[in-house]
């Protein structure tokens, strides 16, 4: 796809002023929605609504009616890098090259500025006001984005990580951690969207697998740029992941091995949605972003 960086612009720019709506909504002033504001709009990739949008595209939906579906999933996403960063877990002051939120503000207010971004998430996703379509079709959007943010995806991935610190943790262990931590999360905003675009059984499995794989290869890029990355495009601390112990894909498998796993996982990707034809294209590109990226 060519202009890749022009669809990524025009799509993050449509999902932060819809983030703005959705904000306007909520009751201004105060430390808890100044914390929430802060969190919100440091910046970030928007990747998860931006596949959200590009998977109904492709199955021949509107991007507009998987922007707030994305939305909730980009509030979701941003309550669980607050709740990250927390001394308890990371310890890491810095998130999108800003004091992260316990660090601006104080624990106890990041705490509950995490809390209100998740329930705020399942606000929009069960208001006609954001949502446009009913029934059967919204049930399933709020079943399959709240299963794959608690116990079945990435908060399981997230106790999984904290008891692996400086444990021995093998490769399959360390993909299925991934998988929930990382992966559930793009998987959903991906099935939102093949939901939204009313996308067939055959559709909807081919997306499941290309999402799949695009969430791997997002970690293992992750992990790469905690090494080796630069903190000022990254906006975060790098070498923290060694610093708490963790495992990662470049400690297990080495620094060349783990990119050419990542290019495998984003092969994999582009072959499940063949078949899919043009629409597809800024899904394709947006695989190839995934472990390209430098932030």
Known sequence: MKNLETYLARRQ????????????????GGRLFSA?????????KRLR???????????GGTWEDALFPGCAIELIHTYSLVHDDLPAIDNDPLRRGQPACHAAFDEATAIFAGDALHTLAFEV????????????RRLALIHLISRATGNHGMIEGQMRDILAQGGNL??????????????ALITASVHAGALTGKATVRQTGKLIEYAENIGLAFQVADDLL????????????IGTDHVLGKATFPNLMGIDASRKFAAQLVEK??????????????L?????????RKL
Not at 226 to 237: A, F, I, M, R, Y
Request: glycine letters at 8%; proline letters at 4%.
């Open 284 to 292: 394709r590109a947006v695989a190839k972003y995934v472990i390209e």
């Open 269 to 282: 990707s582009l072959q499940a949605i063949e078949s899919l034809g043009i629409k597809a294209n800024p």
């Open 170 to 183: 093998g490769l399959d262990q360390l993909k299925e951690l991934h998988r929930l931590k990382t992966g």
């Open 36 to 44: 929430m504001r802060h969190s919100l709009k440091a910046g970030g």
């Open 13 to 28: 720019k449509a999902v932060n002023e819809a983030l703005d709506r959705i904000l306007a909504d909520c009751v201004p």
């Open 125 to 136: 996703l069960s208001s006609d006001r954001y949502i446009f379509f009913q029934g059967k």
């Open 49 to 59: 609504p931006i596949l959200c949008m590009a998977a109904a595209e492709a199955v």
């Open 226 to 237: 905690n090494v080796e990355g630069d903190p000022l495009l990254t906006g975060k601390s």
